[in-house]
């Protein structure tokens, strides 16, 4: 992973799998149990990004252990683990636990898909209206892809602004490269979660 303010390597394309022994021996935590709670968090800043350790505006300590786990054990060091965690970081703030931990899921399971099939590279891309274009066009999306949608239009066009507008004029240059970009295009403003037969289809005007 990159330094600086987490801006990824250039080139970059698929998720990578953390090693075991990046966060202590398997099974040494338990985040299932509450009563281990100092522990995962200090298992998940063992496996945070030093960038994003002392990030303005957030507080790590105040993310569910169940979010912690999923990007301790299915993101790991993927090319999007930093753009990732300052999502739901900045989305944490009044958002019930299992809410975060399921956007969390539909927004790894998205970039992931557009990485990997879409041919998207760097952070940057997923401010462009060709990306998402390229992304629906000439199918139906099921109601999972859908999900995705919304769970990058909430957190790139309420959570992240949000957070930014708390942040100095100088703050918000530095982490402009960090965090998810805008969409350029209403897509994900303009689909209805669930569609007939369960498929995505655009929302009435």
């Not at 021996?25 to 030093?50: C, E, Y």
Request: charged share 15%; net charge negative; proline share 8%.
């Amino acid at each position: 992973m990159s330094g600086g303010t987490g801006v990824e390597a250039a080139g970059a394309t698929s998720p990578t799998v953390a090693p075991k022994d990046a966060i202590g021996p398997p099974g040494k935590v338990n985040f299932a149990d509450p009563a281990q709670r100092s522990a995962h968090v200090a298992t998940f800043l063992a496996w945070l990004p030093a960038t994003l350790h002392d990030v303005p505006g957030i507080d790590w300590d105040c993310l569910p252990s169940a979010v912690m786990y999923y990007l301790i054990n299915t993101v790991g060091y993927s090319v999007d683990a930093e753009a990732l965690a300052l999502a739901l970081g900045c989305s944490a703030t009044g958002t019930r636990g299992s809410s975060l931990y399921h956007k969390g899921v539909d927004l790894f399971t998205l970039l992931r898909r557009l990485r990997n099939t879409h041919g998207v590279q760097h952070l940057s891309e997923f401010g462009s209206s060709n990306t998402w274009d390229r992304y629906v066009a000439g199918r139906e999306l099921s109601p999972a892809e859908v999900s995705g949608l919304f769970a990058y239009a909430s957190v790139a066009d309420e959570a992240i602004p949000a957070w930014l507008e708390t942040l100095s004029e100088a703050d918000r240059r530095t982490w402009a490269p960090a965090h998810l970009p805008a969409p350029a295009s209403a897509l994900p403003r303009t689909l209805e979660p669930v569609g007939a037969h369960g498929r995505g289809v655009p929302r009435a005007a």
